[in-house]
Nanobody, 128 residues
Framework: HVQLVESGGGSVQAGGSLRLSCAVS?????????MGWFRQAPGKKREGVAL????????YYVQSAKGRFIISQDNAKNTLYLQMNSLKPEDTATYFC??????????????????????WGQGTQVTV
């Protein structure tokens, strides 16, 4: 069983930057494949933003995040990061850290995950 706790959200002006952190604790070895960041705006479905394959460190991004967001992992600190630059009002959402959700190994990794799929944090609010 693994616990994920996000931090680093807040309010920022358009064009600004934020760095989100996700602290991983518990049975960290149980995370076998992927970690990532999703976001959910009011009235919208949860959508993937960035993914990293934990063993290779290879990142993937949705189109809207490419060139602006950077996902990274610090295995020594058991922490996942999302550096967000050039923020836009449409980036406003609650951001969630996730691990090993059902679609993370497929081409549709960014699609809304199945209920109770994977491990999730409680979310951190980002307002632009």
């Amino acid at each position: 069983h693994v616990q994920l706790v996000e931090s680093g959200g807040g309010s920022v002006q358009a064009g600004g930057s934020l760095r989100l952190s996700c602290a991983v604790s518990g049975d960290t070895a149980s995370i076998q494949h992927c970690m990532g960041w999703f976001r959910q705006a009011p009235g919208k479905k949860r959508e993937g933003v960035a993914l990293i394959y934990t063993r290779t460190g290879v990142p993937y991004y949705v189109q809207s995040a490419k060139g602006r967001f950077i996902i990274s992992q610090d295995n020594a600190k058991n922490t996942l990061y999302l550096q967000m630059n050039s923020l836009k009002p449409e980036d406003t959402a609650t951001y969630f850290c996730a691990a090993d959700w059902d679609r993370c190994l497929g081409s549709s990794w960014y699609a809304p995950p199945s209920v109770d799929s994977g491990a999730w944090g409680q979310g951190t609010q980002v307002t632009v």
